[in-house]
């Protein structure tokens, strides 16, 4: 069997990467209650780095206290942080992985309101109503930029390949980019020049932060699948400003954690024709970008995986879900095997993680028969 091209050796940037396989973010809910690094999270990225994965990127960490989502997050926020970040770091390095840390902040999907704090948001208007919301000031704008920054600091002194900004799945950045949530008439809002402003100071000012060369990626949306939301003639726009701006990848998604059937992790995905639900948005993008694509979303078959990147939709294929059943996917395929994942896409992943105990494939505890290759 000759070698297949996901397995040739390839580049983000300055980082060398074994293969074209991205384990993509994903909220574990491992983390401590006070946002620590815990033992469960760097023998989790272990695994994952034993298992094959070419490039491992670390769940959504905030970079301010009040851009806190859910429970058992990640923090990026302080300097105290460090040590346990670097265990991590250092558990996929011995195992001869790479990782970047994602940095994210919450937004008007933050979890400080239940604590009867307004969370911050692009504007007054926009996105859910009900949410009791702060319309971020300028100096609200740059003490974030700032603390994207100060967070990209962190993840190198604690050992980490690199970095990836999430502004995907309605999460601040990605509200930014959104005109239903964001309503803004200054120069944070309207044309979308203007809606990715933000997302261009974070990337100078990680930049200044940890250099020309340390591996900087964006993860957006290809469209929101909201009435109004980001369309994909503007996510395209914005992904070229982005590569403009200095990112070293994209990696390309879709839906927000509003957006119902069309959110970033659709269920029931039992066909190739299924899989990869994102993948004309990023062919249609990937044609004027000049840095790497990454696709996520519903890739469950060595085959899809194998298309995307021979025939010039991606660069890169990202996977998570897969990555809780199966973290030796990639070496699975590698040996030969190449039935496709064993995930059943039913979600149930994330129960346990909402109720405190972090996630788990629930199919697989139950024994659930592994679903037979399809197509």
């Known amino acids: 069997m000759s070698e297949s091209v ?10 060398e990467l074994p293969n074209r396989f991205v384990r993509s973010a994903t909220w574990e809910g491992l983390a401590a209650p006070d946002g620590d690094c815990t033992e469960e999270l760097v023998r989790l990225m272990g695994e994952l780095a034993a298992g094959g994965v070419g490039l491992i990127i670390s769940s959504h960490a905030y970079v301010k206290p009040e851009g806190f989502a859910v429970r058992g997050q990640l923090g990026v926020d302080r300097d105290e942080r460090i040590p346990g970040l670097a265990r991590m770091a250092k558990a996929v390095h011995d195992r001869g992985g790479r990782i970047v840390l994602q940095l994210a902040h919450g ?37 974030t930029v700032r603390a994207y920054g100060e967070a990209a600091l962190r993840a190198k002194k604690a050992g980490f390949d690199g970095i990836q900004v999430h502004a995907a799945h309605g999460y601040l950045l990605s509200q930014f980019l959104s005109p239903w949530f964001n309503r803004r008439t200054d120069q944070y809002g309207g044309s979308i020049e203007n809606r990715v ?18 591996p900087v990626l964006v993860k957006m949306n290809s469209e929101d699948f909201l009435e109004g939301g ?33 959110s970033p992790s659709r269920a029931k995905i039992d066909t190739p024709a299924q899989e990869a639900y994102f993948r004309d ?19 469950r078959s060595f085959e899809v995986a194998e298309a995307l990147v021979r025939e010039g939709f991606a660069d890169f294929v990202s996977m998570s879900r897969p990555f809780i059943r199966e973290p030796g996917l990639v070496n699975r395929w590698k040996s030969g095997d190449r039935r496709r994942s064993t995930c059943v896409s039913d979600n149930r992943c994330f129960g346990p993680a909402m109720r405190g105990t972090g996630f788990y494939c629930v199919a697989e505890k139950e024994g659930r028969p592994e679903r037979q290759e399809s197509g």
């Open 281 to 299: 948005a990023a062919r249609a993008l990937r044609s004027k970008l000049k840095i790497p694509l990454i696709l996520v979303g519903g890739i």
């Open 230 to 262: 980001l369309s994909r003639q503007d996510a395209r726009q914005a992904g070229l400003l982005i590569a403009a701006a200095g990112a070293d990848a994209i990696e390309l998604s879709g839906g927000t954690l509003l957006s119902g059937r069309l």
């Open 6 to 15: 996901l397995f040739h050796p390839a580049r983000i940037g300055s980082l």
């Open 197 to 214: 402003r933000i997302i261009q100071e974070i990337l100078a000012e990680a930049r200044r932060a940890v250099g020309g060369e340390y």
């Open 107 to 143: 937004g008007i999907l933050a979890g400080t309101e239940p604590a009867g704090q307004p969370v911050f948001a692009p504007s007054r208007e926009g996105g859910p109503e009900k949410t009791r919301r702060r319309e971020m000031m300028h100096a609200d704008i740059a003490d």
